[in-house]
């Protein structure tokens, strides 16, 4: 590696490093937060891309709620639309998911990740990884 | 007789082979194109051709329409659909695909279209359609095509997703960044609509929060 390449890998690391320390927006428990409660309205569900991953959050019956926002079909939106009768119908190719498990109503094999998540200090926290060790 | 032409083209911020995979997934038209397609039928399909009729409305002289369209590839750079309406007149479409890098594309429709009458008069208004029409499937099909080509980078497999999504691991730093998007056509259906059964927008309206 020449030396102005690895000065700037050093000076990338060391702005990462700043980066995580000045962010409080990571728990211990592996909680991110992502979004304020407000965020939730005028619609009562969002979604967000956080590190690679595509979340759906959303109220229903009074509870917060994420779910994963990538169709395993072929990769759509599954919340574009707002949900309906506690279904969301993904952009796409109208693939139906039940909101309160995941469960696909229109191919009985797919089925959306569900997210830990809790609400703190006004916001949104999830848990993007869950199995770190694997 | 008069020929009519109108060409329209855009830039996309995906490869051309995520374009070819969005002209060959027929499914999507009564799901991202739900406001102008109402229903969808696949008569026949194999390798990189198909006949399909469509069912829709034009815009501008907002005309209920539907045409028997016959599609293929004459070359990995150009496809070419040409569409026969129930009012007899032929659609011929040329859809030219160029590399503008790894992650870049340009995409240029021609539009040709014999009908009687003088040309002058019939023109402009053809123009007006098409490019409308062009305009707003684009403005529908561009963020699909840029967020199927993230998540193919992501890794994403078809009818299985993202497995570091789905197994709660940590994405691996670079995974999938360099993978090359297939043209595999036909693109799969879902297993479970039968062949030549069609597909029907499921609602008229929707509240859309948006991608």
């Not at chain 1, 229903?60 to 279904?87: R, T, W």
């Not at chain 2, 038209?29 to 469509?54: N, Q």
Request: aromatic share 12%; hydrophobic share 35%.
């Amino acid at each position: 590696m020449s030396k102005r390449a690895s000065l700037a890998v050093v000076a990338a690391e060391a702005q990462e490093a700043r980066a995580a320390e000045a962010t409080p927006d990571r728990s211990p428990s592996g909680f991110q937060r992502i979004a304020s409660l407000s965020e939730l309205e005028p619609y009562g569900q969002f979604s967000k891309w956080v590190d690679d991953y595509d979340i759906l959050v959303f109220r229903q019956d009074g509870q917060i709620k994420a779910l994963s926002n990538i169709c395993p079909h072929f990769g759509g939106p599954v919340g574009y639309h707002q949900m309906k009768e506690g279904v969301f119908t993904c952009l796409w190719h109208n693939y139906r998911f039940e909101a309160s498990t995941g469960r696909c109503l229109t191919n009985d094999h797919l089925c959306l990740r569900s997210y830990k998540i809790k609400v703190e200090d006004g916001g949104i926290w999830v848990q993007l990884v869950e199995n770190p060790g694997t | 007789m008069a020929t009519l032409i109108a060409k329209c083209s855009m830039e996309m911020d995906c490869p051309k082979e995520v374009v070819v995979w969005n002209y060959y997934d027929h499914e999507h038209v009564v799901g991202t194109h739900y406001k102008y397609y109402s229903e969808f039928r696949i008569l026949a399909e194999r390798d990189d051709w198909c006949l399909v009729e469509r069912f829709y409305k034009l815009p501008i002289i907002n005309l209920r329409a539907s045409s028997l369209g016959f599609m293929y590839m004459e070359s990995p750079h150009l496809i070419r659909s040409i569409q026969h309406g129930k009012l007899g007149l032929v659609l011929d479409q040329e859809i030219q695909l160029d590399d503008l890098g790894p992650d870049r594309c340009r995409v240029t429709c021609t539009y040709r279209m014999d009908l009687p009458g003088p040309k002058r008069l019939l023109q402009p208004l053809f123009e007006r359609v098409i490019t409308r029409w062009f305009h707003d499937t684009w403005v529908e099909d561009a963020p699909m095509r840029v967020r199927r080509w993230k998540v193919w980078k992501l890794g994403f497999r078809d009818f299985r997703g993202l497995d570091y999504v789905n197994q709660k691991t940590a994405k691996t730093a670079g995974a999938g960044e360099h993978r090359p998007h297939p043209v595999r056509l036909p693109v799969p259906k879902t297993p479970e609509s039968l062949p030549g059964s069609g597909y029907k927008r499921p609602f008229d309206e929707s509240v859309e929060v948006g991608y």
